[in-house]
Every structure is written in C-alpha cells, then in structure tokens.
C-alpha cells in the first residue's frame, strides 16, 4: 500500500515475526507510506522442537524492504528499528555468522535448563517478578551450551538482522534481553548467577535503551535491503512491546489488550509489578515506568474450533440481538491457563448446555470477556492503576459485537486503533530515537473506532459473571478475593 508523496523523511519497522517478516514505512504523521513482506518457515519435531535458519531471516528482510523501498523511490529514511519473538535466541562467530540454528521462542527443550536457571537466579527474578520458563532465552542458551554449541556471541533474532544491516555485531536492547536474564532494575547482566550456570558473560551483548542508535546500514546490507547507506539503526523492542506502541496504550493507565488466538494484556506502570505467582512480567518502559503484561490462553481461537464451517458475521449480529447468554462457558480449549492463574491442570466447562448455536456462540464472547474482566482485576490486585481507555486489537477487535460487549463487562471505554502492527511500533521507536516514546506513539497512533461502556447491559450481564467466578473459585482456579474485587457493581 502507498500514501500520497512526501518530501518528508520516512522511518522504518521491522517485524520479525514467527511466519514472515515485514517491513513498513510510515510518514511523519503515522500515515503508512509503504510496506512489504516476505515468508519464513520453520522446522518442528517432537511436539517440543521449533527452530529457523537466521539466514532465512535475511534473506525475508531483504525481500520485504526491497518491496517497501520500491514503492518510496528516492524518499530519506530517518531510521529504523526491529521487533521480533521473545526469547527467540542464536549462536554466532565472532563476524556474526550462524553456529547453530536459531531456538524459537515455543521452543520448549530447555525445560530441565529453566529448572537450574530459576534455582541459581531465585533470588534476581523474585525481585524482578518473574520466574524462568522454557520460552525464556537464558534456558535455551544454556540448552545450546550443555548440548556442545559453540559460539562468540549470543544474538536474539533482532540482534542478528540489526547486526547484518550494520556489518557488524551491534548491541541489544533491554526488551530482548529481559528473558536472557538481563537485570532491568540493576541495568546489568547479573554475572554471578551465570557464572553458577556456566555461562561465559562475554559471550552476551551489551545492552542499550530501545531507541538508541546502534549502528548505520552499510553499502552491502543497501544493495541487499534497499534502504539507504548511512540509515541510523535504532535499538528495538520484542513483539508485543511493538504492538503496545503502535496502538498507543504507553501511559499510566492505558492498556492494550490484545485478543487474537489467545488474549494478552500490556500497560504502564511507574513502579515495578512483582508478582508472587508469576503470571505477570514487566518489560521496561523506553521512557519511565515500566510494561507490565500478562496471556492467557484463552481468546477467539475457540470460535474457529468451535464454528469452523459457519459464518462468524452472521452469529455476531444474532448474538447482539439475543442479549445475555443463558449458558456459561469457560473457552479454554486446550489443557492448562497462565493468566489471571498459572494452573497446568485447568479446563475448560459448560454449565447448562446451550439451547442453540446462537447462545453457544453469545456464551463463549461473554466467557473472554470475563476472563479479561478477572485479568484486570487481578494486575489491580498488585497495585497497576487501569483507568483506561483500553485498545482493543488483534483479530477479535474486528468484531464490533464483541468489543462493545468487552466495553460493557470491562466498565472502561475502549477503542480500536489505526494499527497495531509491530511493525509500525518499530517505525515509531525509530522515529521517537531518544525522545518521548509515548509523545511520539500519541502523535503518530490513532483510534478508528470507539466504545463507551452500556451500564444497563453491564447490569445484565452482573448475574452471569457472578456465576462464572463462583464456578472458577469452586474449582479453585480463583480466590474469593479476585472474584469478589472483579465483581461488576449494579
């Protein structure tokens, strides 16, 4: 896609993602001026095994940005910054070359590693509010290490492309190397707890704040890329910190709630959040404060497994006319939840079988909402202010039934933003470089739609929300507490 020409300089976003990369331009305004993508492949094995070829990454990156250039011949670009999966992780030579494939972040055979890894570092997590997972980078680096990987760097997938671009290694930045174990409050590798581990401190990168310059495009990665010789390379952030900025939910207050196959939340807080069960982590703000986050699994996947054949357009205008559902439905599809509990062993449930489709459907939009309602409660249980408005994106903002609903259970209005792409929160990254992150992603962010909250539906829907979190405490997934604090007032 092309916007009106421009003399103005453009700023550039690269999203690393775990199908394809894409690359998008955006004027000063926020407006996209162009963007491109190309697809990556993975190799999976044993339910366990995710990992792709760095090269490939290039190799996508190129095509992308050579796509997105064509279309803005001849334009200045200001800079660009990159996103990409958290936790994803690689080991190169001292030029930057692949010694091993590149550990996805689902990757998930550093599972004995993240065990030795909470253990060494109990104490730098807890005060971090975290605990070390399999999708963590530190584990999967340690896994590379004990299974006779060399290498002199270690590199996150953004690190690896900004490197390329540059023709040199390049430092990283704080939101990826949050899970390789970075101390975001002492602002250093904490070297005492991978010297336990056995990790060579000088293998790991420096570390910077997103939007810092940490190279220039050099003349082979512009003949490869498009993108100018001499393009200031800015520092970037994981995914979905990128997203986070694009819709424009980066002060105290504002979050971004984010519901596509699962339902995550991010928003801003002034101090750090710890969190003694372990469900919600913090990424650092670019600014201050810091990015507070949580997933469950949970989200509109459950209506693509649920109705694969039948129109979803067509259920949403019927489920708007129905009203409240007269089931009540917990849309866990799959086994285990992560947010707002942390229970390997939960399920899904039904209580009442639904009288038809329309109610089903009406039951499981109620169900998230609910979910999402029971989330928030529970960041507020650790003191996170959430006084909205609250973007809504991913693929079920699309439907307007279901964000009007959200807005009702959730009591706060909401909106739908322009974008949400990662990409465009890179190129507003790059574009901020060392000003105001939030300052720039208000200018350059805007909300398409909005929602105001109907307190005679939120009445409505009182009654069955009173029931879903007395059947989650019963079951012991909840506490009285969160259920009585998420309560929606008559």
């Not at 775990?18 to 963007?35: F, I, K, M, N, P």
């Not at 930057?96 to 109990?122: F, I, N, V, W």
């Not at 919600?280 to 469950?296: F, K, T």
Request: charged share 25%; hydrophobic share 40%; glycine share 10%.
């Amino acid at each position: 896609m092309q916007a009106e020409r421009s003399d103005a300089s453009l700023t550039a976003g690269i999203d690393l993602g775990t199908q394809g990369v894409r690359v998008t331009l955006l004027e000063e305004d926020g407006r996209v001026a162009s963007s491109g993508s190309a697809p990556l492949v993975s190799t999976r094995a044993d339910g366990s095994k995710h990992e792709q070829d760095p090269e490939a990454w290039w190799k996508s990156v190129g095509e992308a940005s050579r796509w997105a250039m064509g279309a803005v011949a001849g334009r200045k670009i200001a800079g660009l910054a990159i996103c990409s999966t958290s936790g994803t992780v690689v080991l190169t030579g001292d030029a930057g070359k692949p010694l091993t494939p590149a550990l996805m972040y689902d990757d998930s055979r550093a599972e004995e590693e993240a065990r030795l890894a909470q253990e060494a570092g109990e104490d730098v997590w807890s005060s971090l509010g975290y605990r070390m997972r399999t999708s963590f980078g530190l584990p999967k680096l340690i896994w590379l290490l004990r299974s006779g990987a060399g290498g002199a760097r270690l590199m996150h997938s953004a690190d690896f492309v900004a490197s390329r671009l540059a023709g040199e290694p390049v430092d990283t930045d704080w939101s990826h190397a949050l899970k390789t174990g970075y101390d975001l409050v002492g602002e250093r590798w904490p070297v005492e707890v991978l010297e336990r581990l056995e990790v060579p401190v000088e293998i790991l990168p420096s570390v910077v704040r997103p939007g810092s310059v940490i190279g220039e495009v050099d003349e082979r990665a512009a003949s490869h890329t498009g993108f100018p010789a001499g393009t200031p390379i800015r520092a970037g952030m994981t995914d979905s910190c990128a997203a986070q900025i694009a819709a424009g939910a980066l002060e105290e207050g504002r979050w971004n709630s984010v519901l596509g196959t699962t339902l995550a939340l991010k928003g801003v807080t002034r101090e750090l959040l710890r969190d003694p069960n372990g469900v919600v982590y913090s990424h650092r703000h670019p600014d201050e404060g810091w990015l507070p986050g949580g997933a469950s699994n949970i989200g509109a996947g459950v209506l693509s497994a649920t109705f694969p054949d039948r129109e979803l357009q067509e259920l949403d205008e019927k489920a708007r006319e129905r009203g409240p559902a007269s089931a009540l439905i917990y849309p866990l599809t799959s086994k285990g939840e992560r947010f707002p509990f942390a229970s390997p062993d939960a399920r899904g449930f039904e209580l009442e079988e639904p009288p038809d489709e329309v109610d089903r459907y009406r039951a499981i939009l109620e169900g998230v909402a609910f979910v999402e309602r029971l989330c928030f409660a529970y960041l507020e249980s650790l003191e996170a202010t959430v006084s909205g408005p609250i973007a809504l994106t991913g693929g079920g903002a699309r439907s307007q039934v279901w964000s009007q609903l959200r807005a009702d259970v959730l009591g706060h209005s909401v909106f739908v933003p322009r974008s949400s792409e990662p990409a465009v929160g890179m190129a507003i990254l790059a574009c901020a470089g060392k000003s105001s992150v939030a300052a720039t992603a208000s200018r350059m962010s805007r909300a398409e739609t909005w929602f105001e909250p109907d307190k005679e539906n939120a009445d409505r829907l009182a009654g069955n929300f009173d029931r879903f979190a007395a059947a989650l405490v019963e079951r012991g997934y909840i506490t009285d507490d969160l259920a009585r604090r998420a309560r929606i007032s008559p």
